[in-house]
């Protein structure tokens, strides 16, 4: 990796965790920050690992997943620049819940458990601030487990196509278009299944003239009728 160096004050600076803080206050933690460089697919910890400190993403991005004993994957969070990642275990002591993976070259700043500790202890906001992320990421969590046990694959999968087409989709003459985020494993990943299964529902989805499919492009022929589908599957 041969970027330029990122400003770790800046980063700092555009962080939610450390928001509020001044200048001068973020140039003091930065001087205790280690700049990290990851290249795409490159483990930045991985699950049972000890936790040694806290990880900023300042470029790039990054999937954080669960491993089951069979090599299954459940992706928990994409994140991107300003977020931190894996805060809990920087507090309770315990090892790295989930593993985290560059999803392209990435760098990351990196605070000490002990520089952390202090910084929270001089600046108390910090650690209400620690809270909230948690927090959310627990309603997260939680939301991905209700998925996971009350939803079949297809709802799931309209689910993701209804929210990519809202969100990211153009209008054509043929439909709404645009692009997975990724491939049909690492969408399988996201949704708690296979590859299989994710290829079979959309083939079901463009046979019933919902959809076309053209390997990652997507065209949405009729979203209204897509979005009923969430309500009758």
């Known amino acids: 990796m041969n970027a330029p160096r990122t400003d770790l004050a800046a980063v700092l600076?555009?962080?939610?965790?450390?928001?509020?803080?001044?200048?001068?206050?973020?140039?003091?933690?930065?001087?205790?920050?280690?700049?990290?460089?990851?290249?795409?697919g490159e483990l930045i910890f991985s699950e049972g690992e000890p936790c040694n400190g806290l990880h900023i993403i300042a470029r790039g991005k990054v999937r954080i997943f669960k491993?089951?004993?069979?090599?299954?994957?459940?992706?928990?969070a994409l994140n991107g620049p300003g977020e931190s990642v894996a805060e809990l275990p920087v507090f309770d002591g315990g090892?790295?819940?989930?593993?985290?993976?560059?999803?392209?070259?990435?760098?990351?700043?990196?605070?000490?458990?002990?520089?952390?500790?202090?910084?929270?202890?001089?600046?108390?906001?910090?650690?209400?601030?620690?809270?909230?992320?948690?927090?959310?990421?627990?309603?997260?969590?939680?939301?991905?487990?209700?998925?996971?046990?009350?939803?079949?694959?297809?709802?799931?999968?309209?689910?993701?196509l209804v929210k990519l087409a809202q969100s990211e989709g153009k209008k054509s003459p043929r439909g709404v278009e645009f692009l997975l985020p990724g491939t049909h494993q690492e969408l399988a990943n996201q949704l708690g299944t296979v590859r299989e299964l994710i290829s079979r529902n959309l083939m079901r989805l463009q046979a019933e003239g919902l959809i076309e499919v053209e390997a990652r492009h997507i065209v949405v022929k009729d979203l209204k009728g897509l979005t009923a589908q969430l309500e009758t599957t």
């Open 13 to 40: 600076a555009q962080t939610p965790l450390l928001s509020n803080l001044s200048q001068p206050e973020f140039q003091s933690l930065a001087a205790r920050t280690v700049r990290k460089l990851f290249s795409s």
């Open 67 to 76: 491993t089951s004993v069979n090599g299954r994957e459940q992706v928990l």
């Open 95 to 160: 090892p790295f819940p989930a593993s985290a993976m560059a999803l392209e070259d990435t760098e990351m700043a990196f605070i000490s458990r002990r520089d952390f500790h202090a910084y929270c202890m001089e600046h108390p906001e910090v650690s209400l601030k620690v809270l909230s992320v948690v927090g959310s990421r627990l309603r997260r969590l939680v939301g991905i487990i209700e998925e996971l046990s009350f939803t079949t694959i297809r709802q799931r999968l309209i689910s993701v």
